[in-house]
């Protein structure tokens, strides 16, 4: 079945740093990709999403491009900020074994140290 | 404010008891999901209703259910509780059913509630 396998964290960076989270799939077909984050004591949030191979998707300075050779989604963004702390989630939709659904990684914790 | 709504917050019961958590969906949504969020298990897909029916079940105990009223909101019922059930429970919704659109509306998620069983 489709899997989503994200970097495991957490992250610590300092302010300004760049930030790169890993995040490969597998899956059947042609599925919809998603970063989706957690800031504490709040439930996810669509970070950003692409839907087709080559497509980039950006909001609030992060990107992520749908690399279909690779299996990847990597989360990047070229200057954190403390306000970035928060758990980043990659995910999935597409068709897979017993019918079409979304799929979430284990999540990777983000710390940015002023 | 994401739209999507749910009772209460915060929820602290005894072992064997029995509680509901209520989900509003963003206005306009039709689907609703339930996750379960624990610290050593990440995020569990539990179930999926659109437009009142079931239509997704993932890893769902048995004394776990739910149900989608005519007006949208969803409850989900957890029975016999122990001591492992306590997690934050979230409840997401779109707007259809994400086979029709690809999934590319992604999911609204509420902010959740907070259950602990002592």
């Known amino acids: 079945g489709n899997s989503v396998t994200q970097m495991e964290g957490p992250v610590t960076l300092s302010e300004e740093a760049f930030l790169t989270i890993n995040c490969t799939y597998t899956a059947t077909g042609y599925p919809s990709l998603f970063w989706y984050v957690q800031y504490p004591g709040e439930g996810l949030q669509l970070l950003l999403k692409a839907t087709k191979a080559d497509d980039k998707g950006s909001n609030k300075g992060f990107e992520a491009t749908y690399r279909k050779e690779t299996t990847s989604f990597h989360l990047e963004k070229g200057s954190v900020q403390v306000s970035d702390s928060a758990v980043y989630f990659c995910?999935?939709?597409?068709?897979?074994?017993?019918?079409?659904?979304?799929?979430f990684g284990a999540g990777t914790r983000l710390f940015v140290k002023a | 404010d994401s739209g999507v709504t749910q009772t209460p917050k915060h929820l602290i019961t005894a072992t064997g008891q029995r509680v509901t958590l209520r989900c509003s969906p963003r206005?306009?949504?039709?689907?609703v999901y339930w996750y379960q969020q624990s610290l050593d298990q990440g995020l569990q897909f539990l179930i999926q209703?659109?437009?009142?029916?079931?239509?997704a079940k993932g890893n769902i105990l048995e004394r776990f259910s739910a149900q989608q009223f005519p007006d949208l909101h969803s409850e989900l019922n957890l029975s016999s509780l122990e001591l492992g059930d306590s997690a934050l429970y979230f409840c997401?919704?779109?707007?259809?059913?994400?086979?029709?659109?690809?999934?590319?509306?992604?999911?609204?998620f509420g902010s959740g509630t907070r259950l602990t069983v002592v």
């Open positions: 997401a919704s779109s707007v259809g059913l994400q086979r029709e659109s690809k999934g590319g509306g992604g999911y609204t």
């Open positions: 206005s306009g949504d039709l689907s």
């Open positions: 209703y659109y437009n009142g029916e079931e239509r």
């Open positions: 995910a999935l939709s597409g068709s897979d074994t017993g019918g079409f659904k979304t799929i």
